[in-house]
């Protein structure tokens, strides 16, 4: 089982002093170990079981998600087993993916640009501050840029709307 974390698996492990030393390779590829964790819990039907569970995805951006989704659902009836969980349900991988997990992100456009595969409603813009990588002080600017595409409706949900529904914040 892995941890929904960006830190890699065991056997794998990195001292948080050597942080400055980890490689582009591996920082590049981070969001494998979020894949890993996702899969792990929808296939063994973690959000079968418990329906109004929500995991979030942060500080990997989106862009990854659309094909995760495909290839989760596409094991999922292409590649089926007699030993692998079935779903009592009638729903997809990518089913429990929409209702039941969201995804942070900072600047990711060609995740924007997907985000109807995503799920719009699933979308939580966030300026990483204080953090190197963070949007501060051009925050503004940026999300401007980053969903110049989208509709009011939809800035109003990614740019706090949903977060503010996701932490019953309203």
Not at 48 to 75: A, Q
Not at 116 to 121: E, K, T
Not at 143 to 151: A, F, K, R, W, Y
Request: aromatic residues 12%.
């Amino acid at each position: 089982m892995h941890i929904a974390t960006n830190r890699p698996g065991p056997g794998q492990d990195f001292a948080l002093e050597d942080r400055n030393c980890v490689r582009n390779s591996f920082l590049a590829n981070a969001d494998h170990w979020v894949r890993m964790s996702l899969s792990d819990m929808i296939f063994s039907g973690v959000f079968e079981r418990y329906p109004k569970l929500k995991v979030g995805t942060v500080e990997h951006e989106l862009s990854w998600i659309p094909h995760f989704l495909d290839r989760i659902d596409y094991t999922y009836t292409q590649r089926v087993q007699q030993e692998r969980y079935r779903f009592k349900e009638a729903m997809l991988p990518s089913d429990y993916f929409h209702r039941n997990v969201f995804a942070g992100f900072q600047e990711d456009a060609m995740g924007i640009r997907d985000r109807h595969i995503i799920g719009v409603d699933n979308l939580l813009w966030g300026s990483d501050y204080p953090h190197v990588e963070s949007t501060f002080p051009r925050s503004r600017q940026i999300i401007e840029e980053v969903l110049g595409d989208c509709t009011e409706e939809e800035k109003a949900k990614i740019a706090g709307g949903n977060a503010a529904r996701i932490y019953n914040l309203n």
